[in-house]
Structure formats: C-alpha cells, structure tokens
C-alpha cells in the first residue's frame, strides 16, 4: 500500500533563511509525487509535482523539491524564506502500479516563518 | 474564472439530519473527488468519480453517498449525520483523473454535527 510520512508538524525558520520540509514516501511501483499548500481557510493551492525526468523540480512562489529514489524523498525547499510563505504544507503521492490508487496526503507540516 | 465552488462555506446540523454538500466546477475537467480534512490525519478521500455518471469509493466512505449526473456537479450527502463527521470538506477537480493530475480544490465547507 501507498503511504507518505512527514516527520515534522511543526518547521520555523526566519525570514530569508532556506527552508525544507521533509517528505518521504512508500510505494509498490514508481511514484508521482506532489506538493500542496494551505493558507488560513483556504482550500488547497498546488504548488509542483514530480512525474518523470529531471530530479529537481520547481514550481510556484520560489519553491522546489528535489525526488531521491534512493532515499524515497521528495523534500520541498525554498533558498530564502519570506513571512508569507508561513502556512501548512502537505505532500502527497500516487502509485504508478496498482489498481485505481489514489492520492494520498500526508497529515501536513505547518511552517513558520519568522520576521 | 470561479474554478471550483463550496456550499455551505460552513454549517451546523443536528445529528440525525440529512445534509447535502454542493459543488461545482467550471473548468470541465472529468475528474471530481470528495475529501475531508481532520487535524493530525490529513486528508482523507471519500468518494470519486472519473467522469459523469461513475462513481467510486475512496478511504472513508461510510456514511457518505454521492452521484455524479454530469460534468459540473458532484454533491456529497450526508444521510444520517453523526458527530464523527464533523470535519472540514475538500471538493477537488482534475481534468481526466489520470495518476499524474493534478487536483484541484475548492474553498472547503467546515460541518459541525453536534
């Protein structure tokens, strides 16, 4: 079965600092591998996604993540945090092999950002 | 472009009560899915559908129904809620429900059931 762990719930990180929030993932074929974010209220605003080819992927708002294979990883990075990026992310994955897989998030990591 | 629209934004009802969540999406996108979000566990799918007239069953689906008469509308109804359903509620959208789509969601409906 699927499944996608993010090991922080909580991330700080001061204002210009690089950010990562962590991500792994679990699955029987190959994955594809997605980022979301959730301000206050909000519904979830898609961020990047992994599917094939270049490992580093970039997406909205600066950010980016990088898929490792080896370390079944995809964590989401940012060089220079802003107070605005403060919110709660969740990554997320879908099973290449399999029957009707569906998307599975992880429980989220709420960063924030520091002024 | 309004995307994907909620109704209720928010509502309580009394256990017990039949309650239907609308939504409804502009973008035609084949693809609807029913979600709900709970602190500490993420979301959770609840019911699919890959096009008009098809549904399916997700994670939770107890408690749940939904039907899928064309490509705009999706509701999610409650037949007899119970306490246990009180949670906030994701309507997302992708445009053929293949794996590599991405979903789209709407603003959430927040349903308390007391």
């Known amino acids: 079965a699927q499944s996608v762990a993010q090991p922080e719930d909580q991330v700080n990180v001061a204002e210009g600092n690089p950010l990562t929030v962590k991500c792994t993932y679990s699955v029987s074929g190959n994955p594809y591998l997605f980022w979301y974010v959730q301000y206050p209220n909000r519904g979830l605003q898609f961020l990047l996604k992994?599917?094939?080819?270049?490992?580093l992927v970039k997406g909205s708002y600066g950010f980016e993540a990088e898929f490792n294979k080896s370390q079944t990883s995809f964590h989401l990075k940012k060089p220079s945090a802003l107070v605005s990026d403060s919110a709660l992310y969740f990554c997320a994955v879908r099973d290449t092999g399999g029957r009707n897989t569906p998307l599975v998030f992880g429980k989220g990591t709420r960063l924030s950002v520091i002024a | 472009i309004a995307g994907i629209t909620q109704a209720p934004t928010s509502q309580i009802l009394a256990a017990g009560r039949r309650m239907t969540l609308r939504c409804t999406q502009d973008m035609r996108h084949n693809a609807m899915y029913w979600y709900r979000q709970d602190l500490g566990l993420g979301l959770r799918l609840i019911h699919y559908s890959n096009t008009a007239g098809t549904t399916g069953k997700g994670e939770v689906p107890d408690g749940y129904s939904v039907s899928r008469a064309n490509t705009d509308d999706f509701p999610l109804t409650l037949a007899s809620a119970v306490p246990s359903q009180t949670s906030v509620y994701f309507c997302?959208?992708?445009?053929?429900?293949?794996?590599?789509?991405?979903?789209?969601f709407g603003p959430g409906t927040r349903l308390t059931v007391l």
């Open positions: 992994y599917i094939t080819g270049d490992n």
């Open positions: 997302a959208s992708s445009e053929t429900g293949g794996r590599a789509d991405t979903q789209y």
